[in-house]
């Protein structure tokens, strides 16, 4: 079965980078963009970008370029999610998410969810 | 970029009644790019309707979802329990996605 299994929780400080992974298993991990998706407590989604696991090509949101880079390692099956310059607004889940690969463009499967925590 | 605006924010409704849900573009989007999403507390989304009224594998048949241009609806036929959630639509356009701020459907 498809699976997208997101890295732990993590705890930081402003001005400091973050990097989230996302496993994925039980399909071809080269065959569908992944996207990363941002959610504030209590608030609603916020699509961030997405990767070409096969090129590693990239789509950023205008409001994370600069700031944003998003990888992958297909040896081991693995996107991963870079945030740089934190600030306490940056206290977010982020999820990573599968994209169909047809014709629709949704989200087919999500990862659980990773909480970073920015505090100084 | 493409706005998403959800109406109404809240939904108060009671298990068994009709509840209906508004998504309304700020230009037009195709229909096979519009989505509907359910989240629960503490879960990641689950997409239930795609290419605006296609439901998504194993959803059941009380959700629908209809809509084009710059309006969209879904429409859940009769609530159950386990419906009350927060629900989100969500379009792609000029390889960038964006979703609305949610709908919460809650228990009258």
């Known amino acids: 079965q498809v699976q997208l299994v997101q890295s732990g929780t993590e705890v930081t400080k402003p001005g400091a980078s973050v990097k989230v992974s996302c496993k994925a298993s039980?399909?071809?991990?080269?065959?569908?963009?992944v996207h990363w998706v941002r959610q504030a407590p209590g608030q609603g989604l916020e699509w961030m970008g997405r990767?070409?696991?096969?090129?590693?090509?990239?789509n950023y949101a205008q409001k994370f370029q600069g700031r944003v880079t998003m990888t992958r390692d297909t040896s081991i099956n693995t996107a991963y999610m870079e945030l740089t310059s934190l600030r306490s607004d940056d206290t977010v889940v982020y999820y990573c998410?599968?994209?169909?690969?047809?014709?629709?463009?949704?989200?087919?499967?999500w990862g659980q969810g990773t909480l970073v925590t920015v505090s100084s | 970029e493409i706005v998403l605006t959800q109406s109404p924010g809240t939904l108060s409704l009671s298990p068994g009644e009709r509840a209906t849900l508004s998504c309304r573009a700020s230009?037009?989007?195709?229909?096979?790019?519009l989505a509907w999403y359910q989240q629960k507390p503490g879960q990641a989304p689950r997409l239930l309707i795609f290419?605006?009224?296609s439901r998504a594998t194993g959803i059941p048949d009380r959700f629908s979802g209809s809509g084009s241009g710059t309006d969209f609806t879904l429409t859940i036929s009769r609530l159950e329990p386990e419906d009350f959630a927060v629900y989100y639509c969500?379009?792609?356009?000029?390889?960038?996605?964006?979703f609305g701020q949610g709908t919460k459907v809650e228990i009258k």
């Open positions: 290419g605006a009224s």
């Open positions: 230009q037009s989007v195709s229909s096979s790019y």
């Open positions: 039980g399909y071809t991990f080269t065959g569908y963009y």
């Open positions: 969500q379009q792609y356009g000029s390889s960038s996605w964006t």
């Open positions: 998410a599968r994209e169909e690969d047809g014709t629709y463009n949704y989200f087919d499967y």
């Open positions: 990767i070409n696991p096969t090129t590693g090509g990239t």
